[in-house]
């Protein structure tokens, strides 16, 4: 009888490690495999999908809007008329600051083409060097100024007008390379002294013949502007000289692209007495009652005559007589 208690109990002990041992064996099969979780992250999955979706819907829209996009205030940009910025330009200690400030200027207008002449009996490493590092477009050119013509050192400035050659060289660029009759574009002369404001760009743009406008600091005066009257020209506001063809400076008017490879002659007189630069280009081209008046009537300065003092170099040179001049390999 104990014998076979004995026996059932140790069945019962084996059957019972028996069922143990399968217990535990099952628990580490299930240790190492992967959880099918779908269950439990349903929802964050489909929060990422619709998420997804409105992402390609926007990314769809954004495109369809960029391909009918146009610039609200603005036509597009290529058929904006372009405007050719003739620059007469020469060396001496402060030209790569005038020209610094003249290209940072010009790279917020749109649609520009600096044509810059030198000069220069050639091109100058100094300024190839800055305009193509300026991100403007432009065209290099140069002719140098006829030695007898050159204002020499110790020369009152308004013994001998200046830039003449260069404006010329610039017109002549202009009439060979841009024969195109039908393209619209303006030209202005911009000296590399002077201020300008980015609005006045855009008042020059539409020019049809010769558009006119006050220029501030010039002539001794606060400005010198023509005088409106009914949207026309009627005379010009100056103190020297009022009776010349065209009394203004050369920072005053743009001429229009059309009207300069129209008239193939027209240039700048380097001869002609002084204060009468910008009316020997001018009247082979336009007439008093013809010029279009910007800037609002011409009751705008939106430019300035404005001149660079010469720098004072009595140091350095006291300096470069004990040696101990600047470096020369620095650019200034
Ligand atoms: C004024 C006018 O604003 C000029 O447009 C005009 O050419 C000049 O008078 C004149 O009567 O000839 P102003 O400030 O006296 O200007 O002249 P600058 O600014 O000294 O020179 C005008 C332009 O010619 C400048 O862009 C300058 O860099 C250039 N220039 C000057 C030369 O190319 N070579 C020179 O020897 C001197
Ligand atoms: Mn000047």
């Not at 990422?48 to 369809?64: C, F, G, H, T, V």
Request: proline share 7%; net charge positive.
């Amino acid at each position: 009888m104990a014998t076979r208690m004995k026996l059932k109990l140790k069945t019962v002990f084996v059957l019972y490690f028996m069922v143990s041992l399968m217990g535990l064996v099952y628990a580490l099969m299930q240790l190492g495999q992967r959880c099918d979780c779908s269950e439990h992250d349903l929802p964050k999955d489909r929060a990422i999908s619709r998420l997804r979706d409105e992402l390609y819907r926007l990314q769809a829209q954004i495109r369809k809007l960029e391909a009918t996009k146009q610039p609200q205030n603005q036509p597009p940009k290529s058929s904006l008329p372009t405007i050719f910025v003739i620059t007469p330009t020469y060396s001496r200690l402060v030209q790569k600051a005038e020209l610094t400030r003249l290209s940072q200027t010009f790279l917020h207008v749109p649609q520009l083409h600096w044509i810059v002449v030198e000069d220069s009996p050639r091109r100058t490493p100094l300024v190839a060097e800055l305009l193509r590092t300026s991100g403007v477009t432009f065209t290099h050119l140069y002719v140098p100024t006829a030695k007898e013509r050159k204002l020499q050192e110790g020369d009152p400035s308004w013994l001998k007008p200046r830039g003449v050659e260069q404006r010329n060289e610039g017109l002549r660029w202009l009439r060979e390379d841009r024969r195109d009759q039908n393209q619209q574009g303006v030209v202005y002369f911009a000296d590399d002294d002077n201020t300008y404001s980015l609005q006045l760009f855009e008042e020059m743009r539409n020019t049809q013949r010769v558009s006119v406008w006050p220029v501030g600091l010039v002539g001794g005066m606060k400005y010198e502007s023509p005088v409106v009257e009914g949207g026309k020209v009627v005379r010009f506001h100056t103190g020297w000289r009022p009776n010349r063809p065209f009394p203004m400076d050369m920072s005053g008017f743009a001429v229009s692209l059309r009207l300069v490879l129209a008239e193939p002659k027209a240039c700048f007189d380097g001869e002609a007495p002084m204060g009468f630069l910008e009316s020997s280009f001018l009247k082979g081209l336009v007439t008093l009652d013809e010029l279009e008046p910007k800037a609002d009537n011409c009751s705008k300065v939106l430019v300035w005559h404005t001149r660079t003092e010469k720098p004072k170099m009595k140091r350095e040179d006291a300096m470069q007589s004990q040696g101990l001049g600047s470096d020369p390999a620095v650019q200034v």
